[in-house]
């Protein structure tokens, strides 16, 4: 089993990790670990190589992702996860049309109406289209991708060392 650990490309550590997150999950056996190490480095080779044939360049970036994500149906688990990309205007737009006026702030306002007598050459921004109220706040995302990764960081450490201790 040793040599087939051998030929995998993602940290086995990571996947455990991942794996043992879900309150289903008590343990993972060594086997299955490998096996499902496999099956997701092939996931992420056919998700990549299906961007990179919808893509206009030679390397796959997160539009060309969201693309396929959004076209196919056996990758339909993955629309919350990676939305498609939409400009902030169009945002305010999907926002009004539901009815949700509280997050345009008056400050939002005034800064269409400064836009506005620029000539009406504004930066749009994109952002993500989450279908949810107020996700997709960057600045609170990136503290808690912070905190959880550190946390997944001593997790991992912690497995690499009980691995040793096994072996």
């Given at each position: 089993?040793?040599?087939?650990?051998k030929?995998?490309?993602?940290?086995?550590?990571?996947?455990?990790?991942?794996?043992?997150?879900?309150?289903?999950?008590?343990?993972?056996?060594?086997?299955?670990?490998?096996?499902?190490?496999?099956?997701?480095?092939?996931?992420?080779?056919?998700?990549?190589r299906?961007?990179?044939?919808?893509?206009?360049?030679?390397?796959?970036?997160?539009?060309?992702?969201?693309?396929?994500?959004?076209?196919?149906?056996?990758?339909?688990?993955?629309?919350?996860?990676?939305?498609?990309?939409?400009?902030?205007?169009?945002?305010?737009?999907?926002?009004?049309?539901?009815?949700?006026?509280?997050?345009?702030?008056?400050?939002?306002?005034?800064?269409d109406?400064?836009?506005?007598?620029?000539?009406?050459?504004?930066?749009?921004?994109?952002?993500?289209d989450?279908?949810?109220?107020?996700?997709?706040?960057?600045?609170?995302e990136?503290?808690?991708?912070e905190?959880?990764?550190?946390?997944?960081?001593?997790?991992?450490?912690?497995?690499?060392?009980?691995?040793?201790?096994?072996?």
């Open positions: 089993m040793s040599g087939k650990m030929e995998l490309q993602l940290p086995i550590s990571r996947v455990k990790t991942i794996m043992k997150s879900s309150p289903d999950v008590d343990s993972v056996p060594q086997d299955s670990l490998a096996v499902v190490t496999k099956a997701t480095e092939l996931f992420i080779q056919n998700l990549a299906e961007a990179l044939k919808n893509g206009d360049t030679s390397k796959v970036d997160y539009s060309d992702v969201a693309k396929v994500v959004q076209s196919k149906g056996n990758l339909f688990f993955l629309r919350e996860i990676i939305p498609k990309k939409i400009t902030v205007r169009e945002y305010k737009e999907i926002m009004k049309k539901e009815g949700i006026t509280d997050i345009i702030s008056s400050s939002e306002s005034s800064d109406e400064e836009d506005d007598e620029e000539g009406g050459e504004e930066e749009e921004e994109e952002i993500e989450d279908d949810n109220d107020n996700e997709g706040v960057e600045d609170e990136d503290e808690d991708e905190e959880v990764d550190e946390e997944e960081d001593e997790e991992e450490e912690e497995d690499e060392d009980e691995d040793d201790a096994q072996r």
